[in-house]
């Protein structure tokens, strides 16, 4: 059936390509992996389950429990629980594997099944193959345990509780009764996407202290993400408006990732969110070698800034397993994605949306200034994007004619904008990005260069 795992673990159709059979077996398979340092110690190897609203998660997550179980491995079982509390607990309860069942920002039809590692870090691409090359090979499984050494399954009721406990604790003071509640006095509209945070992300905000409008949090297994959430603004702008807020936040189906909206109702992306917190933490000492892990996907405005206020910057390929490779390589405290994927080394070893939520209402707390006012230390250059399809993708890299092509554009805008191809890596295209100071300078780049791709690489 091809390479199982994608760039964030296995997602399909849920019962079409994703089914309980690939479920159950893709788990035990799993658990025989990351739960081998425990057998060869003569312990029982433990995972913990969590899920989004999907409806589909419902008969994914026993499937899932099933292999676990069937392969020897006692589960925890979590509930509905966005993917950092997932991460959070799979370390908080010392446990060898986790197993979020989520399909982050994707249509409710889809599922995914994403495996993370001791301590609740996401797995190498050694260990996906591993899993892999196990699940293609049923011969070289061991025989499965009987009687009572197969797992024993646990429900884990306080899940929530503890996860939004220690979001809270992130902040100054916020963990301690006696410091008050630190994000007192801001009012703040919250989207849930109808999804894995629509309990956790009110409770978080609110035990801060903020004053916190829900929106999109009564999931029914069907609406996760369907018109709202990071994907979808424009119910989050009109709440914003609506309610005089000084600010919005929204999540993905599993709240992962978080981008925001001022309180006049503009969108605060994740370039600018990054620039907030790289500030916020430069100034509190805690900003590992003053330096911020992105992508190259991160737009000129971001870098300009940061470079003018004294912050290196490091850039990855696209995908926050990358960032977090180039985090842990340097030992960096932030990074992310324009997407809104923000990672806090310090707090969390993946995006976390409520995480960065509190933490950008908090640096908009303790300086008194709106988050208008602070996301606007970034001033983003106008990006066109265009998907050059039917190409040789696997030559972009080598053609001299468009080598010459984009050195001619890219000396015409100096330091005044950028260039960047990338070939896909699943299909026969190359994305063409340009910035520049206008949208119209930006599009005839981009159109020009597109031309340049489709002359040179036609298959």
Same mark, same amino acid.
């Given at each position: ?7 964030? @673990? ?10 309980? @059979? ?79 069942? !989520? ?8 599922? @995914? ?20 090359? =196990? ?44 410091? %008050? ?31 916190? +409008? ?50 006049? @109702? ?10 907030? =917190? ?8 805690? $900003?590992?070698?003053?330096? $911020? ?19 290196? +910057? ?9 960032? $977090? ?8 405290? =932030?990074? %992310?994605?324009? !997407?809104?994927? +923000? ?108 031309? +340049? ?7």
């Amino acid at each position: 059936m091809g390479r199982l795992f994608g760039t964030d @673990g296995v997602r399909g159709l849920a019962n079409g390509r994703l089914t309980a @059979g690939l479920a159950l077996d893709l788990s035990s398979c799993a658990a025989l992996v990351l739960g081998a340092d425990t057998r060869r110690g003569g312990g029982r190897p433990r995972a913990v389950v969590g899920r989004d609203t999907r409806v589909s998660g419902e008969f994914l997550e026993h499937a899932v429990i099933a292999g676990l179980a069937a392969a020897g491995v006692d589960v925890v079982r979590l509930g509905v629980v966005p993917t950092p509390g997932v991460a959070f607990l799979t370390d908080a309860l010392d446990a060898d594997l986790g197993v979020v069942i !989520s399909a982050s920002h994707n249509a409710m039809p889809d599922n @995914g099944i994403k495996f993370l590692a001791r301590g609740g870090t996401k797995l190498p691409d050694e260990l996906e193959a591993r899993i892999e090359a =196990l699940f293609d090979d049923e011969s070289a499984r061991p025989e499965r345990p009987t009687g009572g050494d197969v797992g024993r399954v646990t429900a884990y009721p306080t899940a929530v509780g503890e996860y939004v406990a220690h979001l809270v604790g992130t902040l100054p003071g916020g963990g301690d009764p006696a410091a %008050g509640r630190p994000l007192a006095g801001l009012r703040v509209v919250l989207d849930c996407a109808h999804g894995a945070a629509s309990e956790a992300g009110p409770r978080a905000l609110r035990e801060a202290g903020a004053e916190v +409008v829900v929106i999109n949090a009564t999931p029914d297994g069907l609406n996760i993400n369907d018109g709202c959430g990071s994907t979808h603004l424009d119910p989050l702008r009109r709440a914003v408006l609506e309610h005089g807020a000084d600010a919005g936040f929204a999540l993905d189906g599993d709240a992962d990732r978080c981008l925001a909206v001022d309180h006049h @109702g503009v969108v605060v992306d994740g370039d600018q969110i990054l620039a907030v =917190l790289a500030l916020a933490l430069r100034d509190a000492g805690r $900003l590992h070698d003053d330096t $911020l892990v992105v992508t190259v996907m991160s737009n000129l405005g971001l870098l300009q800034a940061m470079s003018a206020a004294g912050v290196a +910057v490091r850039q990855s390929a696209v995908g926050d397993r990358y960032v $977090l490779e180039e985090m842990g390589a340097g030992g960096y405290s =932030l990074g %992310g994605e324009q !997407s809104g994927h +923000v990672i806090m080394a310090e707090h969390a070893t993946t995006g976390d949306g409520i995480l960065t939520a509190l933490h950008v209402m908090h640096r908009m707390a303790a300086t008194g200034r709106t988050l208008a006012d602070l996301a606007g230390v970034v001033t983003r250059l106008p990006q066109v994007l265009v998907n050059v399809g039917g190409v040789d993708r696997d030559r972009s890299a080598t053609d001299e004619g468009l080598a010459a092509a984009v050195a001619a554009e890219t000396a015409g805008l100096g330091e005044r904008g950028r260039i960047l191809l990338r070939p896909s890596g699943t299909e026969p295209l190359v994305r063409v990005m340009v910035e520049a100071p206008t949208t119209t300078e930006a599009r005839d780049v981009a159109e020009r260069l597109a031309e +340049v791709v489709r002359e040179r690489l036609a298959l």
